[in-house]
T-cell receptor, first 112, second 116 residues
Framework: AQSVSQHNHHVILSEAASLELGCNYSYGGTVNLFWYVQYPGQHLQLLLKYFSGDPLVKGIKGFEAEFIKSKFSFNLRKPSVQWSDTAEYFCAVNAWNNDMRFGAGTRLTVKP | DAGVTQSPTHLIKTRGQQVTLRCSPISGHKSVSWYQQVLGQGPQFIFQYYEKEERGRGNFPDRFSARQFPNYSSELNVNALLLGDSALYLC???????????????FGPGTRLTVL
């Protein structure tokens, strides 16, 4: 069964700093990849997704992620974070069996 | 348009009791999935239903069951509650099953279940 690892449990950045959150998955077949965000007091929202094609995908609010198949990775990036990006970020993988696997999440705190 | 709705918002039960959680998908969505999110962890997949049929099941005991109705709403039932069942239960809807397709899931706000 597939699994997802998020390397950072808690990341603290100052505004305007660059962000990269790591995500690795284990599954040998075709997968769909997602990043979700959960702002304080709100429900999970989709940031971006990869199904096929260009491995560099762009999402909402200036986020992007790169799928590197050889490394089984799907890292999330943002060139310049804002205080409003403070949230919990989840990487997720969906394979053939409708079983969506989520990572444990990375809590991002952006200091103003 | 209304998003995914879940009821109740909060629920407190005691060990051994049974609970039913409800979910209404986005209009036009025919697939519903259920997740359990324990504090400090990511959501764990429980079930996916499409057109009233189970299309996926996670690694949960038989105490967990679900069903989907003709109007595509869904219920999650948990019997013989344990303390460890305390969690946020999330429902997500999509147009169709999520495997190998371009369907994304939209999540509801969740039901917070506390088992005492």
């Amino acid at each position: 069964a597939q699994s997802v690892s998020q390397h950072n449990h808690h990341v603290i950045l100052s505004e305007a700093a660059s962000l990269e959150l790591g995500c690795n998955y284990s599954y040998g077949g075709t997968v769909n990849l997602f990043w979700y965000v959960q702002y304080p007091g709100q429900h999970l929202q989709l940031l971006l997704k990869y199904f096929s094609g260009d491995p560099l995908v762009k999402g909402i609010k200036g986020f992007e992620a790169e799928f590197i198949k050889s490394k089984f990775s799907f890292n999330l990036r943002k060139p310049s974070v804002q205080w409003s990006d403070t949230a919990e970020y989840f990487c997720a993988v969906n394979a053939w069996n409708n079983d969506m696997r989520f990572g444990a999440g990375t809590r991002l705190t952006v200091k103003p | 348009d209304a998003g995914v709705t879940q009821s109740p918002t909060h629920l407190i039960k005691t060990r051994g009791q049974q609970v039913t959680l409800r979910c209404s998908p986005i209009s036009g969505h025919k697939s519903v999935s259920w997740y359990q999110q324990v504090l400090g962890q990511g959501p764990q997949f429980i079930f996916q239903y499409y057109e009233k049929e189970e299309r996926g099941r996670g690694n949960f005991p038989d105490r967990f069951s679900a069903r989907q109705f003709p109007n595509y709403s869904s219920e999650l039932n948990v019997n013989a509650l344990l303390l460890g069942d305390s969690a946020l239960y999330l429902c997500a809807s999509s147009l169709a099953p999520t495997s190998g397709s371009y369907n994304e899931q939209f999540f509801g706000p969740g039901t917070r279940l506390t088992v005492l």
